[in-house]
């Protein structure tokens, strides 16, 4: 059966991208938001990429157009009952996603649909068994920003069908563009395995002040040649998702390595979450 509906439960950094591209890609999107206010939120980020993508000449602005008559939101999770794919993209918050996977199992129709989570380090299988239908449920790991980032890691679990892994990889790489990696149901999956333990090792240095915040991300960036430096993107990510990371990948692997730093901690506390709140690491006010 081809994807040719999408639904995402939450509109936010993630669930947005992941909806600006599907709708880029000419599929039929419905967000799921818990109120008014966050569908109001999730609508005008989107509609400020897309007019973005215009201005730089990304795509043009009968393109716009189309992908927006495309998009549609709800408050209503019953709104997704007809849908083929829905792609879950809520916090790290295991609890949440059980309680979503349980309502979608009991709200989608279609026997065929495939229910994915976003989830960036949470076993999918310990997610599916919210469901009735854990041979139904995939992990379809998207990177922030959505819209940029090329990679989508296929997550597969013990019981997942291969139908299902086989069409989410393949509307992943056929339909929206991306480049499809396969995992292992394993807490982190491959990129947050290889990729937190070298964030926290940042904040630990900065934390013993070894070197400044700053003069860590440029050695990075000038010295290994990444994209931005492991501060900053700790910051993009979202301070209270790397925390969250760090307590799956603990719990799935007991090495010390994937701790948490107390710095990382405190800054959650704090409300120091990066970009979203406006100050993490770095001000961004």
Do not use: W
Not at 209 to 218: K, L, N, Q, W, Y
Not at 251 to 257: F, T
């Amino acid at each position: 059966m081809s994807i040719e509906r999408v639904g995402i439960v939450g509109g936010g950094q993630m669930g947005g991208g992941i909806a600006e591209v599907c709708v880029k890609a000419g599929v039929d999107t419905i967000i799921v938001e818990i109120n008014d206010d966050l569908v109001a939120r999730s609508k005008a980020g989107i509609e400020k990429s897309l007019g973005r993508a215009v201005d730089r000449g990304k795509l043009d602005a009968d393109a716009r157009e189309v992908a927006l008559s495309l998009l549609t939101f709800s408050t209503d999770r019953e709104s997704l009952a007809d849908r083929d794919l829905i792609i879950e993209a809520i916090i790290e918050n295991e609890d949440l996603k059980h309680d979503i996977f349980r309502d979608l199992d009991r709200i989608v129709t279609s026997p065929d649909a495939i229910l994915a989570t976003n989830t960036s380090s949470i076993p999918v299988t310990r997610i599916a068994q919210a469901t009735s239908r854990p041979e139904s449920v995939v992990g379809m790991h998207f990177f922030n920003p959505a819209t940029i980032m090329p990679l989508v890691e296929i997550i597969r679990t013990v019981v997942v069908s291969d139908d299902s892994v086989d069409r989410a990889a393949a509307f992943a790489s056929d339909r929206l563009g991306k480049t499809v990696v396969h995992a292992k149901d394993r807490a982190g999956f491959i990129v947050n395995k290889l990729l937190c333990p070298y964030i926290f090792e940042s904040i630990r240095m900065y934390e013993e002040g070894f070197a400044t915040r700053e003069d860590i991300d440029a050695a990075m960036v000038n010295g290994a040649g990444y994209p931005m430096g492991p501060l900053t993107l700790s910051d993009l990510i979202g301070n209270d998702t790397m925390l969250a990371v760090a307590e799956s990948l603990m719990s799935e692997y007991e090495n010390p390595r994937f701790a948490a730093p107390p710095l990382l901690k405190r800054m959650v506390e704090a409300g120091l979450l990066g970009r979203k709140s406006g100050r993490g690491f770095y001000d961004y006010t």
